[in-house]
């Protein structure tokens, strides 16, 4: 069965730090691109980051440029989302997906995670 599982969510105060992570199952990540998703309640799902296969290539999201850092251990078959300085506004169920293409593009992603809760509040 091939599956995506995040994890590493939680409840952080604003100015903390989350690493969450996206381990594969049934496949392997090493011919996937990985992107993070979040959909907060009553918004639309937004693209945060991306991450090529081979790890060289990543894109971030305006509003996390500079906090968030996105990365991979093939080894491990997992993907991880660095999140620094969280601030209220990432509050949101995010989501790791895979797809064989380097996009943005979230209907290019063909296996999706069940989704971490990160709750950022004081």
């Known amino acids: 069965q091939l599956q995506l599982v995040e994890s590493g969510g939680g409840l952080v105060q604003p100015g903390g730090s989350l690493r969450l992570s996206c381990a594969a199952s049934g496949f392997t990540l090493n011919y996937h691109a990985i992107g993070w998703f979040r959909q907060a309640p009553g918004k639309e799902r937004e693209g945060v980051s991306c991450?090529?296969?081979?790890?060289?290539?990543?894109n971030y999201a305006d509003s996390v440029k500079g906090r968030f850092t996105v990365s991979r251990d093939n080894a491990k078959n997992t993907v991880y989302l660095q999140m620094n300085s969280l601030k209220p506004e990432d509050t949101a169920v995010y989501y790791c997906?895979?797809?064989?293409?380097?996009?943005?593009?979230?209907?290019?992603?063909?296996?999706w995670g069940q989704g971490t809760q990160v709750t950022v509040s004081s």
């Open positions: 997906a895979a797809s064989l293409f380097f996009t943005v593009a979230a209907d290019e992603y063909d296996y």
């Open positions: 991450i090529s296969s081979s790890g060289g290539n990543t």
